[in-house]
């Protein structure tokens, strides 16, 4: 590997268990790298495999910890935690950006940085070590470094779906459904996309973020909670509004 002996070392140290050499060096293997280098094997085979062996790691472990949550409730708090987002923040704190291995263009343009690109790596790393290991050392490995999210799981998730916790709310307020308006500025490789989140045709929030699909996400959190301060709603909001019981908080002020 072109880091170094010393360098990977230290990664392995941060991810938690030894691989297998040509495993290891399969896995930080990006198709841009590939390409460049004239068709190598990439990663994508493993980050396959580790998507699945991550599921179902967290899956059984939510499924065991958290016995009196229905599978609604788990599987936002599964998804909260096998995010893109939250892989790549797992990636950042063991330092794995400068051990992938990049095409000069995409190095150049920051992908050692991209949360798809650390999120894809952490995968194919989950698959290698399950090839080299097997499950149960994996499942430790899995755990270890995400415990941080899982000791925040119930609260992630009960943010991971803002667009339908929006929608509910609207509906116990008796408004319009939320709509959506997305745009985007910067090249291909870096874009920023802003979504803004419309109720009765005005704007009422805004999100950023790298994707159309996380920019709403933003919007309709913040769209959340400017309809809290407007409407000085108390009620909790779980992994679920509850529609009555905003119905009568707001009915109770205007009687």
Do not use: C
């Not at 788990?74 to 923040?89: E, H, I, N, Y």
């Not at 940085?113 to 050392?137: F, R």
């Not at 803004?196 to 959340?224: D, F, M, N, P």
């Amino acid at each position: 590997m072109n880091n170094g002996t010393a360098d990977v070392r230290k990664l392995l140290e941060a991810w938690g268990i030894g691989i297998d050499p040509d495993l290891l060096v399969l896995a930080l293997t990006h198709r841009s790298f590939a390409n460049e280098e004239g068709g190598l094997p990439t990663n994508e085979r493993l980050e396959f495999l580790g998507d699945s062996v991550l599921s179902i790691v967290v899956t059984e472990k939510l499924y065991r910890d958290y016995p009196s949550h229905p599978e609604g409730h788990l599987a936002k708090m599964r998804a909260a935690t096998v995010s893109q987002p939250a892989l790549a923040a797992v990636a950042r704190k063991i330092d794995l950006g400068p051990y992938i291995l990049l095409g000069k263009g995409e190095s150049a343009s920051g992908g050692r940085d991209k949360d798809s690109i650390l999120s894809d790596t952490v995968e194919a790393l989950i698959g290698a070590t399950y090839l080299t290991h097997k499950l149960e050392k994996t499942r430790k490995v899995v755990e270890n470094l995400l415990a941080d999210l899982l000791d925040q799981v119930v609260q992630r998730g009960i943010g991971m779906d803002w667009k339908t916790t929006l929608q509910e709310l609207t509906a116990a307020l008796k408004l319009e459904s939320p709509q959506y308006e997305s745009t985007f500025t910067g090249p291909d490789h870096a874009r920023v996309f802003t979504a803004t989140a419309l109720i009765g045709g005005k704007a009422v929030a805004e999100g950023t973020a790298s994707s159309k699909k996380l920019a709403q996400h933003e919007a309709a959190r913040a769209a959340v909670q400017e309809l809290q301060r407007r409407y000085q709603i108390q009620t909790p909001l779980g992994f679920d509004v509850d529609v009555e019981a905003v119905r009568k908080e707001i009915n109770a002020r205007t009687a």
